[in-house]
């Protein structure tokens, strides 16, 4: 309901300058005007005063927090990432914070909840109303990352035996406990049964006497309560849908759960993909430099160790290499070509996988169409590279050696590049993290270890 | 329209198994049955359809498409990635699809319309009703990708003045040529500017005497119609909206975006993203081979001519290697970590820059920071790998010198990860596109110029 009364308050367009926001907020702190400054927080939408949060240095950033602790909505939290989240939960008073949150739907005060610490978890509890407190008990009991952790519990659930007329006095008469968003009335049985549902838009259109019966959609894609988050935006992407019941096994009707809530799972689920296959857990662009240094360590070591492993691979062959300099010159190519090659299809599985468009059913398919496509290109770079080669160092079998080694590199790039992240898979590990340094660590050795040892045995 | 009907054609729950459908589908096909066949696939939701289209082979594809043309539902195509809704289309009669989309929404319409080559656009255009005509080719006026080629034109717009009793009996009486889906009213005055919006729910929830000024959103968030939908989507994740109203440059209302074809749009950008910093243009998972060879035979020759510049670099140092064998083993480590530490960067910036967390106010601050983490883990990964060459070695000079060339290349990994995005994207290139392959050009080639020229001047 804060929503709605700042968004009353008056009569211009909403827009937002960061820069001039930041600027205003600086000067208020640099007047010490807490009154003012308090003022102008609460006009502000609250993803924009997370937006602010998240662009400030921290110590202002900590200062600020401080200056509008005593009216900070909770709900604000709910769109900054987990570290910044963390590090203003360690400045508010988290009773205070309690207090604030009694106009907050539940679904975020679950958001926020889950994340704190145990301690810290009992207190908030402790300070909010009862019955909001069951709720998000209950929740709690939900997987992380499941639609019961995502769900709004307050739903419009009307008699599958009414009328429009009725489900309209219905929602006049409740007015004050609607939920703040939704789009879709659902009917249920007596035994809470989800039976249909009716988009608001065909109600406001029918006329009172008819029946809600005649106007619902009978084929509903309800969600069980227990389904992984990315389950669910994979339905309301697929489907465009704007909201749909969540359900337990015995198919009485729990919540609801709205597209908004949805496009923030996409979001945090692109970025998940994303940054892990950039070799980054989570975006630390707001962390502090020492807790960046450190996310980004463990992986560049992990990387240290598949290039160690490729350097002995290389040192097997250093009477090769005396012999023939140009091994040296020429071996980063078969291994860089090998590992770009199988990036490519990994990206395009990782990302297949996602979305759901690779699946058991093609995938044998796809495996022999990327090892194909792998076939081809090495012979096309085989010969490409055998050209230079020849011409470079006047030496038609190593130009031969090198264009064997990239067939060789190419074909094993495209097949590890598909079976890799499907074989994650299966074993339940995230392709997206794990797949580029095992394809990475196999196109190097074998490009070194193909070109080097081809040319031990023919070339020596 | 159709989806409705479908939706109440039977009392049960809509569940999809993509193997059951296909093995239904190959039976009717094999018996030749297509009045079977083309019952099953009208009671199946459009975006299953697609989805099976996307999962058959090519072959089974076709026949299927051309035993159902006479029926098929063009919104179907919107469900379908670029390459495959080519391929259907030159299946498909032209004409028979425009007079199947009758029933459709005209922002669908249009996204299959700016897709025709020009002949089928005109074909198509002359074959639908002269008012959808109409507003496509005012749709095909506005920017590819902007915020007009993406409303919808149909949009319950009411007078100002109105109270809740004129709303409910207006939509009552327009009930035939409201929107398929709208989740807000937009309230003009008499030059169609748009003065605020009324939430259906709040709507609902009203008296019919209460004033629809007294319960509007003021504070609205207005959309043009040539805002990029990448800035589309950001409004929309960003403030949790379901839809938004549309102006020209006059602040004339135009339509309407819901948020159904917004997350569309996310899931495209973000596809772009992912699969673009992987090398690969767009997905090519169902392409035939061919079409997935040539789309990325052009990167990976783009990286054999980095590789070649690499390879040119060890070549100038040709003397040191055969004199110091050590050399040549250890060198890719250099440009390998380098090359990682970069992407490690690179991937936090494009993704921060897609979601408008690095903007020209902290991108100073944020150079340095990564610059500086470069620094730290350069030191780190420089003691690591001294001590490990000094040991395999039994060289100390040459531990000092490969640790010195680490912390080269890792700063400047650290700077060239933030600074390359950041360039292009003040040169308008598309930095998930084209960071990558200019990253690891520097990396390779610092790498192995800073661990062999320092070996010449000091080693050799």
């Known amino acids: 309901m804060t929503e709605i009364n700042k968004e009353t308050l008056s009569n211009t367009e909403y827009e937002f300058s960061r820069d001039e926001s930041i600027l205003k907020i600086v000067k208020y702190i640099d007047n010490n005007d807490q009154t003012k400054l308090n003022i102008y927080i609460s006009e502000l939408h609250n993803a924009d005063i997370a937006d ?56 975020d005060a679950l958001d926020i909840v889950e994340d704190l610490e145990d301690s810290d978890q009992v207190t908030f509890l402790e300070n909010i109303e009862e019955e909001d407190r069951k709720l998000i008990q209950e929740g709690l009991k939900y997987p992380e990352d499941s639609a019961g952790r995502l769900m709004q519990r307050n739903v419009v659930a009307l008699d599958n035996q009414w009328n429009v007329g009725q489900a309209i006095d219905y929602l006049r008469t409740n007015k004050k406990t609607l939920p703040e968003d939704f789009y879709e009335i659902y009917l249920i049985n007596r035994s809470n049964k989800v039976l249909g549902t009716v988009p608001l838009g065909r109600l406001m259109g029918s006329k009172r006497e008819i029946k809600l019966n005649e106007i619902k959609n009978s084929k509903i894609r309800t969600i069980e309560a227990k389904m992984d988050q990315e ?36 979001e945090e689920e692109r970025e998940e993909d994303i940054l892990k296959l950039g070799g980054v857990g989570q975006t630390d662009l707001y962390n502090a430099v020492i807790d960046t240094t450190k996310s980004r360590f463990s992986w560049l070591f992990l990387n240290l160790l598949t290039a160690l492993v490729a350097s002995i691979v290389i040192g097997l062959f250093q009477a090769s290499i005396e012999k023939v300099v140009a091994l040296a010159v020429l071996m980063p190519i078969v291994a860089s070509m090998g590992g770009n090659a199988g990036t490519q299809t990994l990206t395009v599985a990782v990302r297949a996988l996602a979305v759901k468009e690779l699946t058991p059913s093609n995938a044998i398919k796809i495996v022999f169409k990327e090892t194909f496509i792998g076939s081809i290109n090495g012979i096309i770079f085989a010969i490409i590279i055998s050209l230079v080669s020849i011409y470079w160092f006047e030496n038609t079998l190593l130009g031969l050696i090198i264009g064997l080694a990239m067939i060789i590199n190419l074909v094993v790039a495209g097949f590890a590049g598909i079976i890799i992240p499907l074989t994650l898979v299966k074993i339940k590990i995230d392709p997206a993290l794990a797949s580029g340094v095992i394809l990475t660590t196999i196109t190097d050795v074998l490009g070194f270890l193909s070109f080097l040892g081809l040319a031990t045995l023919f070339l020596i």
């Open 231 to 266: 389950e669910v935006a994979y339905l309301f992407n697929k489907y465009g849908l704007v909201s749909a019941p969540v359900i337990d096994e015995n198919k009485i009707l729990l919540g609801s759960i709205t597209v908004d809530d949805v496009v923030e799972v996409i």
């Open 52 to 107: 602010i949060l998240q662009n400030l240095d921290p110590d202002l950033r900590t200062t600020l927090v401080k200056n509008i602790s005593i009216n900070f909505d909770p709900e604000i939290l709910t769109y900054l990432n987990d570290s910044l989240r963390d590090e203003l939960v360690e400045i508010l008073d988290i009773k205070q914070l309690a207090s604030n949150a009694k106009t907050m739907d539940v679904d």
